[in-house]
């Protein structure tokens, strides 16, 4: 049986062991700050980027990999095995798409697989998949596992600072200067791949009560 390697990008945010342990193939993404590019996990690791981030005057952006990036590592992969390549939403970035052209150039096997995630909702996915192919499953058991835990996973992200969102033009300064006094933190998900407003809050106390809250609700009645 041919082995079934598991690509991926990096704003899934494993660490490098867990990289190995899996035995996960990851093509980053590269960064701007300020007029300067990093690529990501290897110029500039998370701790680094916040700092830069925090001090940047623009907001940071990111540019999807090269399909030609892609197609190389598919058809070195592709010559003794199956590729399953698993990516953060398409809603927010270019990565799945390049992934779906490279995989059209390339004679390897690849099944692209968008999911309409990133962190550690993508990690769900790509470690499970992992998993699965190191315990010999087929491609279409681990394609139809990970639509199983993409249809089941939630998202949420919780803006603790309105900065970024003044850099990202999301928010004018004023009212980014009373949602500081107020102390009030978004929270947002992931729907359908795309960010979308869940409710505001007033402290990291009521941020950890309304995700407990949806928590309690999503899970209620299931086995966990």
Do not use: C, W
């Not at 190995?20 to 980027?49: R, S, W």
């Not at 992934?99 to 692209?112: E, Y």
């Amino acid at each position: 049986m041919k082995p079934i390697y598991i690509v991926t990008d990096s704003t899934l945010d494993l660490s490098e062991e867990e990289i190995k342990q899996y035995g996960i193939h990851t093509v980053p993404l590269t960064i701007q700050i300020d007029n300067e590019t990093y690529v990501d996990g290897v110029d500039v690791m998370p701790e680094q980027f916040l700092a830069l981030m925090a001090n940047a005057e623009e907001l940071p952006k990111s540019s999807q990999p090269a399909v030609g990036v892609f197609k190389e590592l598919y058809d070195e992969l592709g010559k003794d095995g199956d590729i399953i390549s698993i990516h953060m939403t398409g809603g927010m970035s270019g990565t799945v798409k390049s992934a779906q052209s490279a995989a059209q150039m390339s004679s390897a096997n690849v099944t692209v697989i968008d999911s309409e995630y990133i962190s550690q909702a993508l990690a769900f996915q790509v470690i499970e998949a992992a998993e699965m192919a190191q315990k010999g499953h087929t491609v279409e058991e681990i394609v139809n596992r990970v639509n199983e835990i993409r249809q089941a996973t939630t998202l949420f992200v919780v803006v603790d600072k309105m900065d970024n969102l003044v850099k990202g033009g999301r928010v004018g300064k004023g009212r980014a200067l009373i949602g500081s006094l107020l102390n009030i933190k978004p929270i947002l998900t992931l729907k359908d791949g795309v960010l979308a407003p869940v409710s505001q809050v007033r402290s990291h106390k009521q941020v950890v009560k309304q995700l407990f809250k949806a928590f309690t609700e999503q899970t209620s009645g299931k086995m966990i």
